[in-house]
């Protein structure tokens, strides 16, 4: 591993790189501690690399203070995340999941902001029956989360689908190619040959290592005009640029990430930088190299400070140009022109270039389940699914595809979908189709006030707002995190909130409609009341002044309320 001229001088690595490097390859102890009855716990070493496997240990926090008294351990339980590159998968995969959810886990099911799944509540002892049955379905958890590359973005847009069906390709090529190669998840979870007995018996990660990356890496390709998949917020991303329904290449953007410290002004989110073009061919060598260059240069020592953002913004977009040069043995040529009109979905049927029909349904913050209301939607995807030949395709905006649905199926499909009410969303306004939140409480650990389950309501409150405006039908772009992990990408929100304390947030102001600027903090540490107080008067004040076209963003920073943000660097300013 190279030096890092620009670590502290002696800083020692993190207990964390101790961790992988002592893991055998993210083996640790886990098989030993998933044995263990005694606890529902995992020891913090093999939580830090269940992470790399596609888990992350939780607890009700709903129910700490009740269990205390009882003098309980806390309710533990696993998050578990599954990649498909893309957000592609199966009807028969899907009949798989809903049936795992209902088993092993809390009967829910997440679509996350990149395009994967998870599965919450599952108890330590369902893990391995949990994990195995999903890669019997030819998906997999294996590196969902952890310090490696996690799952590949790309665009589902099915009004474009010969060019994203090529694209998904590419997002595929380059997730297996980035998979680690260390046989522990094998032995782990699918009864796979041990072929290493000690540490001293070494088995190569050729992209990774032993000390792999010094944190998550994320990788995303965008098709203009769309960019559903917020490519600048990606560590490294890919612009399809397209002519006559031909994908010539990819304009290569490098640095973005949305996680930040509060207090702390040395982080920030930040976004990615267009440094060239590349053919499609080239693109997996490009995002080899750039993961090498993280490996070896990113800070293994400050683990707030260890994203590849922090990395070129240390040195320089220059210096990663040329060392990514260096590394491929040859240059990106100049980009190429391109143009994003929106970061959202389409919803309803379109029908696509393959003369295939597609159902982009509004799926809240993500989460599918039956609620009391009536709305249906996890019987109903079940029941769809046991129909459907075509496919289910999550989006980067935590909603759902129902996508390749022939002529003679739509009617069936658009029935049931009616039946249980999964097409009810459709009706919500604009804000509410335009809105994300993370799940945040009970279960995230790192959560300081609600989201998934708080910004409906909000929403709620703020629809009344625009309506008395004469702005229901006006798209804005609206985010929540319950802390600053940026999960939701809130601080691509025209409008973002991103979690203080328990019913207090930070407000954002300022991003733009197509997800190329950052918002910046309007106020700090706001309650509901103090929220709504703030935000009536500059929407009242959008409804009359707004130019044509406008969007709610880019007023903010025509009228003054902030400055605009192009660069994570002057996000405190």
């Not at 997996?284 to 994203?307: C, L, M, P, W």
């Not at 629809?463 to 990408?489: F, S």
């Amino acid at each position: 591993m190279s030096k890092d001229p620009y670590a502290p001088k002696d800083a020692p690595p993190s207990d964390v790189e101790h961790i992988k490097i002592n893991s055998n390859y993210l083996r640790g102890s886990l098989n030993a501690t998933l044995e263990d009855r005694v606890t529902a716990s995992i020891p913090e070493d093999d939580n830090r690399l269940m992470k790399h496997h596609g888990s992350y240990m939780q607890d009700d926090r709903d129910l700490r203070n009740e269990r205390a008294k009882q003098k309980l351990e806390p309710a533990y339980q696993f998050m578990l995340r599954i990649r498909a590159a893309g957000g592609v998968v199966t009807p028969q995969q899907w009949l798989v999941l809903d049936e795992l959810a209902q088993t092993y886990a809390n009967g829910t099911i997440r679509l996350t902001t990149r395009q994967s799944i998870q599965l919450h509540g599952i108890i330590k002892w369902n893990m391995k029956a949990t994990v195995k049955t999903i890669n019997e379905t030819l998906l997999t958890t294996y590196a969902a989360c952890g310090d490696v590359n996690r799952n590949v973005m790309c665009n589902p847009n099915p009004y474009q689908s010969e060019v994203h069906g090529e694209v998904y390709k590419w997002a595929d090529r380059i997730s297996e190619h980035l998979l680690p190669q260390s046989r522990a998840y094998h032995e782990l979870w699918l009864d796979g040959e041990k072929i290493i007995d000690s540490q001293e018996s070494v088995e190569q990660e050729p992209i990774y290592k032993n000390v792999y990356l010094p944190r998550k890496f994320k990788i995303g390709i965008a098709v203009p005009p769309a960019n559903d998949v917020d490519v600048y917020s990606q560590d490294l991303g890919f612009i399809a640029i397209v002519d006559n329904g031909k994908l010539l290449g990819f304009n290569v953007t490098a640095g973005g990430g949305m996680g930040m410290t509060h207090g702390d002004t040395a982080t920030y989110p930040q976004l990615g930088r267009v440094i060239g073009f590349c053919t499609p061919e080239q693109a997996i060598d490009v995002a080899e190299k750039t993961v090498t260059i993280q490996r070896d240069y990113g800070d293994r020592s400050v683990r707030k400070h260890a994203r590849f953002k922090y990395t070129i913004d240390d040195r320089g977009i220059e210096w990663f140009k040329d060392e990514l040069h260096r590394r491929l043995g040859w240059s990106l040529e100049p980009a190429r022109d391109y143009r994003f009109d929106h970061n959202g979905d389409r919803y309803g049927w379109v029908k696509g270039s393959n003369g295939k029909w597609h159902l982009t349904l509004f799926i809240q913050n993500g989460r599918i389940a039956d609620d009391e209301q009536g709305h249906l939607l996890m019987t109903g995807l079940r029941e769809i699914a046991k129909v459907h030949k075509g496919d289910y395709r999550i989006t980067g905006n935590q909603n759902i595809i129902i996508g390749n649905v022939s002529g003679q199926s739509k009617r069936k499909i658009d029935q049931l979908a009616e039946q249980y009410g999964l097409t009810s969303g459709l009706a919500s306004s604009a804000l509410r189709r335009n809105s994300m939140a993370c799940v945040a409480l009970p279960t995230c650990g790192l959560a300081m006030a609600e989201s998934e389950r708080y910004l409906p309501t909000l929403l709620g409150k703020l629809e009344t707002i625009l309506a008395d405006e004469g702005l229901q039908e006006q798209e804005i772009v609206i985010r929540m995190t319950g802390c600053p992990n940026g999960c939701a990408r809130a601080s691509l929100g025209e409008i973002g909130f991103i979690g203080k304390a328990p019913g207090r947030y930070n407000l954002y102001l300022g991003a733009s409609f197509n997800g190329d600027r950052l918002n910046k903090m309007y106020r700090e540490n706001i309650n509901e009341e103090e929220i709504l107080a703030e935000l009536k008067p500059i929407i009242a004040r959008y409804a009359r002044e707004r130019q044509e076209g406008e969007h709610f963003g880019d007023f903010a920073v025509r009228a003054g309320y902030v400055q605009a943000v192009v660069s994570g660097t002057d996000f405190h300013a």
